[in-house]
């Protein structure tokens, strides 16, 4: 079955180092989505991507994070300058289709610690 | 924004036993869906509900959508070892782009 990859499994960084999360969405898929979840928290929306461009972000979503498609295959999430409080698992998910009837379907995930 | 809360937060019970979880959203929910996170994994889509009062079942576990579509609950019957794990519901933005997780209900079976 086609599933979303995600590199690293597992990243610890200095506060304040810029990090870039990987992530290989299903191939036939069009939307793309990162969330995190801070340990034993709730998954929690970050940014979706479609067609080259951000369709909707939330307020986590500052002005420290970037997505990008670079080329036809990888979706990653950079973070400028990273702190603390960014510790979390980073999914990064793909769809078909979006909103009502879609079916998201994530990655194992990308565990950022932050020190 | 819409808010999707969900109790209880932790369930622990004996292998055997039943187990509900419940959703609420602070706004009506165009459908609603339900993941499943094991330790340490990643959420799996359960089902989507999209009609008032739909009720779907999956082997041991029975869906269901409210009359409102404001609500929504998950019942296990006769749990497993196999079924510990966080539930969360989700419910679509209004945009359609972003999913809001509730909280989750974490559930832990002692065989």
């Known amino acids: 079955e086609p599933e979303v990859t995600q590199t690293p499994s597992h990243q610890v960084t200095q506060m304040g180092q810029e990090v870039i999360l990987r992530c290989v969405p299903i191939s036939n898929h069009l939307y793309f989505y990162w969330y995190r979840q801070i340990l034993g928290q709730k998954v929690e929306f970050l940014v979706s991507f479609y067609n080259n461009e951000i369709s909707e972000k939330s307020e986590i979503f500052d002005d420290q994070f970037s997505v990008e498609r670079p080329d036809g295959s990888n979706f990653t999430l950079k973070i400028r300058s990273t702190k603390l409080e960014d510790s979390a698992m980073y999914f990064c998910?793909?769809?078909?289709?979006?909103?009502?009837?879609?079916?998201?379907?994530f990655g194992e995930g990308s565990w950022l610690t932050v020190v | 924004g819409q808010q999707v809360m969900q109790i209880p937060q932790y369930q622990h019970v004996q292998e055997g036993e039943d187990f509900t979880t419940y959703c609420n959203s602070s706004?009506?929910?165009?459908?609603i869906q339900w993941y499943k996170q094991r330790p340490g994994g990643h959420p799996v889509f359960l089902i989507q509900l999209v009609k008032s009062g739909e009720v779907k079942k999956q082997k041991r576990l029975t869906f269901q959508f409210g009359e409102a579509k404001k609500n929504s609950s998950l019942h296990i019957t006769a749990t497993q070892t196999t079924d510990v794990g966080t539930y969360f519901c989700a419910g679509y933005s209004n945009s359609g782009y972003a999913l809001n997780f509730g909280k989750g209900t974490s559930l832990l079976v002692t065989p």
């Open positions: 998910a793909s769809s078909v289709i979006a909103g009502s009837g879609n079916t998201i379907y």
């Open positions: 706004t009506t929910l165009s459908n």
